[in-house]
């Protein structure tokens, strides 16, 4: 799929392409875009299979990891500051070309909903929102649920605990495309409550992570 550029390289028109031509050298391709949000708390091997896997099966341009500023359906309940979270998103991407981090929302202040940040990307994006499916069956809980599925797709990964019919029963209504993932039983979760623990969570999480994770003590009671 193209389109043209908002301005006309030919007929110097600032913002409206000429309509006597339609050269394909001032074509440009329409973006799509993998988003994996979350409060990534850490971000761990399951959310990086996610990525990869919808990257590869829907053919994306780019995977953008968003951790989330202040998510309000996690009001009352514990969030590792944000500065923790994007630095480990950043060393759990590191070396993948078609993986970037965006702190689009930690920058923004107030609780963190998602249809104000699918709002923010440019409008002629192609948007796909990669979620687990112990996400995706609470979709319909959703702050402007409705405006969420009209601005982007949705794709789905399998979680442990959530079976494929509870995610199409609580969809009923809406289109989704279920990942051929790796079901990795790993839950952040778990993670905090282990490295606190002073246990290890290495070879769950990227090794950088995991040295970003002892380096800070982030997980320290």
Known sequence: MWTLPRGCGVCGTP??????????????????????????D?????????????????????????PTGAPWQKQGREVTPAVHRWEMVLRAIEGVDYFEADDREIRRSGWTYTIDTLNTFLADEQLTLIMGADTAAGLPTWDRYEPVLERADIAVYPRPGTTRH??????????????????????????????????????LVRDAVWRYIQAHNVYED
């Open 15 to 40: 913002h409206q392409p000429c309509g006597s031509h339609r050269c394909p050298g001032f074509m440009i391709p329409v973006v799509h875009r993998g988003i994996l949000g979350g409060t990534f």
């Open 42 to 66: 850490p971000p761990h091997l399951a959310h990086l299979v996610a990525g990869e896997t919808a990257f590869r099966d829907l053919g994306l341009d780019i995977v953008t990891f968003i």
């Open 166 to 203: 509870a995610v199409e029963a609580a969809l009923a209504d809406a289109d989704f495309v279920w990942l051929d993932a790796a079901e990795l039983d790993i839950e952040a979760t778990d993670l905090r409550a282990h490295a606190r623990a002073e246990g290890s969570v290495r070879f």
